[in-house]
Nanobody
Framework: VQLQASGGGLVQAGDSLRLSCAVSGRALNSYHVGWFRQAPGKEREFLAA????????YYGDTVKGRFSTSKDNAKNTVFLQMNSLEPEDTAVYYC?????????????WGQGTLVTVSS
């Protein structure tokens, strides 16, 4: 599975931003594709994931209600919609894939995309 994240940038507090993750590979129906982030000096944090075949979603506790994930089947792309952004959301955001998420050792990672939220 190959993943390529994009859409990061500099935004102001309160803004919204949508990240994209282009997904390719075989047997995608057996995978979950999700989003993580890592802020400077902090551990990587699970945000959200979508089950590829069913299209159902689940979330980590930190961003539940502000962030949502979805999938465009025609484009094999997963999105992370981020609303009401706060400076504390500043981090490198990664998309990832495995047979379930989160897990201690995720098999496939995309490159990160930096999101900076100014106050």
């Amino acid at each position: 599975v190959q993943l390529q994240a994009s859409g990061g940038g500099l935004v102001q507090a309160g803004d919204s931003l949508r990240l994209s993750c282009a997904v390719s590979g075989r047997a995608l129906n057996s995978y979950h594709v999700g989003w993580f982030r890592q802020a400077p000096g902090k551990e990587r944090e699970f945000l959200a994931a979508i089950r590829w075949r069913a299209g159902t979603t689940y979330y980590g506790d930190t961003v539940k209600g502000r962030f949502s994930t979805s999938k465009d089947n025609a484009k094999n792309t997963v999105f992370l919609q981020m609303n009401s952004l706060e400076p504390e959301d500043t981090a490198v955001y990664y998309c990832a894939a495995d047979h379930d998420l989160p897990r201690n050792s995720v098999r496939y990672w995309g490159q990160g995309t930096l999101v900076t939220v100014s106050s």
